[in-house]
């Protein structure tokens, strides 16, 4: 069952490239990689999803290594609406077990 | 039209008393969650039905019981409150079973026990 790990916390000026590390060394052969953001007073929501090489979307990139024992999610230009606590989960499409990371949270300042 | 619902969104209520979190999902997804997130926002499943059963029972107290009564609803009882029952309470849906699907989060129900 892969664990992941984040940075706890991390701060960055409006305007800059936000890059967030996730590792999951025991990823398993069927596992997604995905990320959720969550805002203050509010649920998760979905960011991105990926398996291996580089996924974008029109909110974030997310690049995967090719040994996937790693991921990094990229937010280009952060706003300050950015700022939340961003979530690393990995887990397949058949097995019933859902573990979230501890989560980074992202404090962007002005 | 909002996808996870949950009722009530606030709930304070003192130690000993009974308590039922409600929560439905109109996106037509066969499985649903329960999430418990701590003050250091550390989000814990525990449980998880897929199409009304039962699948994820994680280590929770027996005091909560979630119950199905369709695959659009899952609601949370809890007996004997206590002060460490207080936390945020996530509701959430996803296509299938796995956590390789897309989730869905309700807003949340924050539980204060005093």
């Known amino acids: 069952l892969a664990k992941t790990t984040q940075p706890i916390s991390m701060d960055s000026y409006e305007g800059q490239e936000v890059n967030i590390t996730c590792s999951h060394n025991?990823?398993?052969?069927?596992?997604?990689i995905t990320w959720y953001q969550q805002f203050p007073s509010q649920g998760p929501r979905f960011i991105i999803q990926?398996?291996?090489t580089k996924v974008t979307n029109e909110v974030a990139s997310l690049f995967i290594p090719a040994d996937r024992k790693s991921s990094t999610l990229s937010l280009p230009r952060v706003s300050l609406s950015d700022t939340a606590v961003y979530y690393c989960?990995?887990?397949?499409?058949?097995?019933?077990?859902?573990?979230f990371g501890p989560g980074t949270s992202l404090s962007v300042i002005p | 039209d909002t996808a996870v619902s949950q009722t009530p969104k606030y709930l304070v209520t003192q130690m000993g008393n009974d308590k039922s979190i409600k929560c439905e999902q109109n996106?037509?997804?066969?499985?649903m969650y329960w999430y418990k997130q701590d003050s250091k926002k550390f989000l814990k499943i525990m449980f998880s039905?897929?199409?009304?059963?039962?699948?994820i029972n994680e280590t929770v107290p027996n005091r909560f019981s979630p119950k199905s009564p369709d695959k659009a609803h899952l609601n949370l009882h809890i007996n004997s409150l206590e002060l460490g029952d207080s936390a945020v309470y996530f509701c959430?849906?996803?296509?299938?079973?796995?956590?390789?699907?897309?989730?869905?989060f309700g807003p949340g129900t924050r539980l204060t026990v005093t």
């Open positions: 959430a849906s996803s296509q299938d079973r796995g956590g390789g699907y897309e989730q869905y």
């Open positions: 025991n990823i398993a052969t069927n596992d997604y």
């Open positions: 990926g398996y291996k």
């Open positions: 989960l990995v887990g397949d499409r058949s097995s019933d077990k859902v573990i």
């Open positions: 996106l037509g997804h066969d499985t």
């Open positions: 039905y897929n199409n009304k059963e039962l699948i």
